[in-house]
């Protein structure tokens, strides 16, 4: 059974003062433990990321091995009629993998309950700045760890930071950082939650996560 939350944030400017505004998210998560739900996504975000072309051949497939190696009785060795048997070095592999599809299916509603119910429960780790993608111009990391550190934000953690729209200056900002991952709102997804410490949303970004997985 679902229930519905709703979260409040004040925002913040680049420098750290606190705007005179709010926003809000009305999250409808999983009134029980939804462990059960995540696992299903982040499973199949997993599986979404393996290609599935590891590919062996068979003994049909080795080339050669189309004369028989010698006489089926009177050599008292044991029979054989293929040098590309599996049993033989430059043979085929038995049972060895073949390309195929891992993905996995799940529902739209499945995937938007994981994401909000993550959202809800990682609520004390979001902080909203205001109008980022437009108020952090210069394109140098250390304006992006000034910037952390007005916000008390630690660098030396994994943050995810997710904004409407990468521009040219974010990009150059965050790209040096390790435990920085920028993210598009339309591209959040359960695994990049999980394994961040903190999230920085963008005041742009929340319009987009209401439309993408709060319908």
Not at 88 to 98: D, Q
């Amino acid at each position: 059974m679902t229930v519905q939350k709703f979260i409040k944030y004040t925002p913040l400017d680049i420098s750290g003062k606190p705007i005179d505004s709010t926003y809000e998210l009305t999250l409808n998560i999983l009134e029980n433990s939804g462990n059960y739900v995540l696992h299903k996504d982040l499973v199949r975000h997993l599986n979404s990321k393996r290609q599935g072309t590891v590919s062996t051949k068979t003994r049909s497939e080795v080339r050669g091995g189309g004369r028989k190696p010698w006489q089926q009785k009177g050599t008292g060795r044991a029979r054989a009629g293929s040098s590309r048997s599996p049993l033989w070095k430059g043979g085929g592999v038995i049972f060895g993998p073949k390309p195929k599809s891992v993905t996995l299916k799940l529902n739209k509603k499945e995937r938007q309950l994981a994401l909000q119910t993550l959202l809800y429960n990682k609520k004390n780790s979001v902080i909203v700045i205001e109008d980022l993608e437009n108020t952090l111009t210069e394109a140098k990391t250390k304006s992006f760890l000034k910037m952390c550190e007005n916000c008390n934000i630690n660098s030396n953690q994994k943050v995810l930071v997710v904004v409407s729209k990468k521009t040219d200056s974010l990009k150059l900002a965050t790209q040096n950082l390790k435990n920085v991952e920028l993210i598009l709102a339309s591209n959040l997804n359960t695994f990049s939650l999980l394994k961040t410490k903190q999230i920085v949303l963008s005041s742009l970004s929340i319009n987009d996560i209401k439309e993408t997985y709060c319908d």
